[in-house]
């Protein structure tokens, strides 16, 4: 009985720590925002600058607007309001090592505490004309060097993101639950118009039923992660348009199935119908959005989340929150087909 069901046990055990990992675990120290966003050169220029789960306080910090790796600028003075809020003083040359009038710069902070946080394009400096001889002078070759790295379990900051990146565990995982599912349903389909037995056509609805459960959670939990990132619940993204018509493509063949009084022209139509919503979903989903300007990362030349976005850390929860919320559509699934199994008994009986 165990060995039947460890699988169940699996999905919550794996359920369980995505939501206290991915929830609990905190994000490395960044940069909120800085003040002015926008200068002139040749003046020195006051910043303000604010972190997040910082601890400037008692720290020797070190500051640089950084314009590539043989331009920097050193912040001096260095002044510390408190755990989160910086004050920076920068001397801008007036003239910079660019034939751009208008030249942006990541700001790096550098905390032997917190280690190297950073916010990339701080701010856009403005040149009213071009002297590249005098820049080289103004700006003499200089590297940033011994930089600190904090140790611990982190997920990164990201700065549009911030603590919505926990959102990946849910939303993401969610998607690959519903396609997983529709991919299970079209094997239950196939096998029916192959053997023409009436559990396969069962288990395939309830794997549509399920599988359509978990993509209405993912819009939803896309729509909250797009309010905090785009500015609005629904931006008539084109990857938000596409899921919402292979949403509406499913919820159709239950609209079909109720068309159909008998239960083996039913399964037939909803078998081959099934099929065909599923290579609908292929160009929807994965080949669409990918022709066309995004806001969703990996899409309209976005790139998705890698690298520092999905670091290592971040993938100890995301593959297992895969893998746990799969489970647990089987599961769903599993008792959606018991319930209809006993509903057509209980007919039967009557």
């Given at each position: 009985?165990?060995?039947?069901?460890?699988?169940?046990?699996?999905?919550?055990?794996?359920?369980?720590?995505?939501?206290?990992?991915?929830?609990?675990?905190?994000?490395?120290?960044?940069?909120?925002?800085?003040?002015?966003?926008?200068?002139?050169?040749?003046?020195?220029?006051?910043?303000?600058?604010?972190?997040?789960?910082?601890?400037?306080?008692?720290?020797?910090?070190?500051?640089?607007?950084?314009m590539d790796e043989d331009h920097v600028l050193a912040a001096s003075p260095i002044l510390i309001q408190n755990d989160r809020d910086l004050k920076l003083i920068f001397g801008i040359p007036p003239f910079l090592p660019t034939t751009d009038k208008t030249q942006n710069f990541t700001l790096i902070i550098d905390s032997p505490v917190d280690g190297v946080h950073l916010l990339p394009n701080a701010v856009f400096v403005s040149q009213d004309s071009?002297?590249?001889?005098?820049?080289?002078?103004?700006?003499?070759?200089?590297?940033?060097?011994?930089?600190?790295?904090?140790?611990?379990?982190?997920?990164p900051f990201r700065n549009i993101l911030a603590e919505t990146i926990r959102n990946i565990y849910f939303h993401v995982p969610m998607w690959f639950a519903m396609i997983l599912l529709f991919l299970g349903a079209v094997i239950y389909s196939g096998r029916f118009l192959?053997?023409?037995?009436?559990?396969?056509?069962?288990?395939?609805?309830?794997?549509?039923?399920?599988?359509?459960?978990?993509?209405?959670?993912?819009?939803?939990?896309?729509?909250?992660?797009?309010?905090?990132?785009?500015?609005?619940?629904?931006?008539?993204?084109?990857?938000?348009?596409?899921?919402?018509?292979?949403?509406?493509?499913?919820?159709?063949?239950?609209?079909?199935?109720?068309?159909?009084?008998?239960?083996?022209?039913?399964?037939?139509?909803?078998?081959?119908?099934?099929?065909?919503?599923f290579f609908a979903m292929i160009p929807l989903l994965f080949v669409i959005p990918r022709l066309t300007d995004s806001l969703h990362p990996g899409n309209g030349g976005n790139p998705a989340l890698g690298g520092e976005d999905l670091d290592n850390t971040m993938r100890l929860v995301f593959y297992p929150a895969v893998f746990g919320w799969f489970l647990m559509g089987l599961w769903i699934a599993q008792l959606n087909f018991r319930i209809e199994r006993l509903r057509e008994r209980r007919l039967e009986e009557e």
């Open positions: 009985m165990i060995k039947k069901h460890f699988w169940k046990a699996l999905a919550v055990l794996i359920l369980l720590y995505t939501f206290i990992a991915g929830l609990l675990v905190p994000l490395k120290p960044g940069i909120v925002e800085m003040d002015p966003r926008t200068v002139q050169s040749g003046r020195n220029i006051s910043f303000k600058v604010k972190g997040y789960n910082t601890h400037y306080m008692n720290s020797d910090i070190r500051a640089w607007l950084k071009v002297n590249l001889a005098l820049a080289s002078l103004q700006w003499p070759p200089e590297r940033i060097t011994d930089l600190h790295e904090k140790a611990g379990i982190t997920f192959w053997k023409k037995n009436m559990q396969d056509d069962q288990r395939a609805a309830s794997m549509i039923r399920t599988g359509v459960l978990f993509g209405i959670l993912g819009l939803l939990t896309g729509a909250v992660w797009a309010k905090n990132t785009w500015g609005a619940y629904w931006s008539g993204d084109i990857k938000q348009n596409m899921t919402a018509i292979c949403l509406l493509i499913y919820l159709a063949y239950f609209v079909l199935r109720q068309a159909y009084e008998d239960p083996d022209h039913r399964a037939r139509v909803s078998a081959v119908y099934a099929l065909f919503a």
